[in-house]
Each structure stands twice: as structure tokens, then as C-alpha cells.
């Protein structure tokens, strides 16, 4: 199983600054696909933002936006002008782009956003 | 367009007790997968399916089993309910293994074993 790393399980940020999120993984594979999921209270897991290993170009989403460094294996998710609906847990996940492509999760960040 | 459906949302299960969780998808997704989501630790793949009649086993099988019939069901078995198996769960399904889509997950199902 690849290793999906989460270095801060809390993090906060006033509401309309930028947040950014940390994420490390570990691979020995050229190809492969990393994304941002979202858990609000609800349970619901909701997609992000994603990024295809092979594009150098960082991947962005509105007030979503993704660090890339393929050689450091780093993928960190900046959360512009953040607001109050931004407070969840965030998952960050890499799947293969062979074999059965299961999607492996760190462990976490809860953020909390401050009015 | 339901997406993925998973019954129940919440149980309450005594040790020993068998159970199913229920997952459903009626977008013709060929893959679909179940997770477990403890505190600390993320979501663990229990059990994945990469078509009917295909199963294959994740990072935390034991104590779990599956069958894929259908495309469109895939139930996921306690046979032997224990405390360490009070959780989340979450199935989720997508599209081929080999295009580059997004996993659609359902809303979950809480487990509680006592």
C-alpha cells in the first residue's frame, strides 16, 4: 500500500485569509494521481481538486489551488479567501494509474475556519 | 440520479452479531471499493471490486467479506461482529480502472458494536 502522509491534524485560519494544507506521500511509481477530498459534518466526501502526476502545471479549482513537487513527493492544497462553509476535515489521497487504481488517504486535517 | 446509496446510515450491533451494509450504484460504475473511517486514521480499504463476479482484498480485510453479483450491488458482510469493527464506513464506486475518473462515495454508515 502507498503511504499518504498528513502532518497536521488541526489546523485554523481566519476567515477570508489562505490556509495550506500539507501532504507527503511515498511511491516508487512514475504515474499516479493525487487529490484533495473534503468531509464537511455531514459525513459526505466531496472531491476538491485532483492532479495528474505527469502534468507539471499545478492543478486549480476557484479558491482551491495545489502545490505539486514531484521530486520532494509533496502536495499541499491552498485555501484562498476562506470561508465559514470551508471548515471540514481534509483528505488528501493518491491512487495509481495501474494496476486495480485503489485510492489510498493520510489521515487528515481538520480545519476550522474563525469568523 | 441516487449515486451511491449505502443502508443502513447508523447500527447498533451486539458482539458476535452478523450483519450486511448495503451499497448501490446506478451509474453502471465497474469499480467499487469499501472503506473504514476510525479517528486518527483516515479511510483503509477493506475490500474492493474491480467488476461483477471480482473481489479482491484490501490493507483491512479480516473479519469482512464481499461478493460483487451485480454491477450495481456490493454488500459488505460482518460475520462475527467485534468492538475493534465500531466504525465509519464508506463504499464508493467509479467509472473503468483505466480512465482518470473521480471515486463517487456514499454517505456512509455508522457502525457501533457493543
Known amino acids: 500500500a502507498q503511504t499518504v502522509t498528513q502532518s497536521q491534524p488541526e489546523m485554523s485560519v481566519q476567515e477570508a485569509e489562505t490556509v495550506t494544507l500539507s501532504c507527503t506521500y511515498d511511491t516508487s511509481e512514475s504515474d499516479y494521481y493525487l487529490f484533495w477530498y473534503k468531509q464537511p459534518p455531514s459525513r459526505q466526501m466531496i472531491l476538491v481538486i485532483r492532479q495528474e502526476a505527469y502534468k507539471q502545471q499545478n492543478a486549480t479549482e476557484n479558491r482551491f489551488s495545489v502545490n505539486f513537487q514531484k521530486a520532494a513527493k509533496s502536495f499541499s492544497l491552498k485555501i484562498s479567501d476562506s470561508q465559514l462553509g470551508d471548515a471540514a476535515m481534509y483528505f488528501c489521497a493518491y491512487r495509481s494509474a495501474s494496476g486495480a487504481n485503489n485510492l489510498f488517504f493520510g489521515t487528515g486535517t481538520r480545519l476550522t475556519v474563525i469568523p | 440520479n441516487a449515486g451511491v446509496t449505502q443502508t443502513p446510515k447508523f447500527q447498533v450491533l451486539k458482539t458476535g452479531q452478523s450483519m450486511t451494509l448495503q451499497c448501490a450504484q446506478d451509474?453502471?460504475?465497474?469499480?467499487m471499493s469499501w472503506y473504514r473511517q476510525d479517528p486518527g486514521m483516515g479511510l483503509r480499504l477493506i475490500h474492493y471490486s474491480v467488476g461483477a463476479g471480482i473481489t479482491d482484498q484490501g490493507e483491512v480485510p479480516n473479519g469482512y467479506n464481499v461478493s460483487r453479483s451485480t454491477t450495481e450491488d456490493f454488500p459488505l458482510r460482518l460475520l462475527s461482529a467485534a468492538p475493534s469493527q465500531t466504525s465509519v464506513y464508506f463504499c464508493?464506486?467509479?467509472?473503468?480502472?483505466?480512465?482518470?475518473?473521480?471515486?463517487?462515495f456514499g454517505q456512509g454508515t455508522r457502525l457501533t458494536v457493543v
Open positions: 464508493a464506486s467509479r467509472r473503468p480502472v483505466s480512465l482518470n475518473t473521480e471515486a463517487f
Open positions: 451509474m453502471n460504475h465497474e469499480y
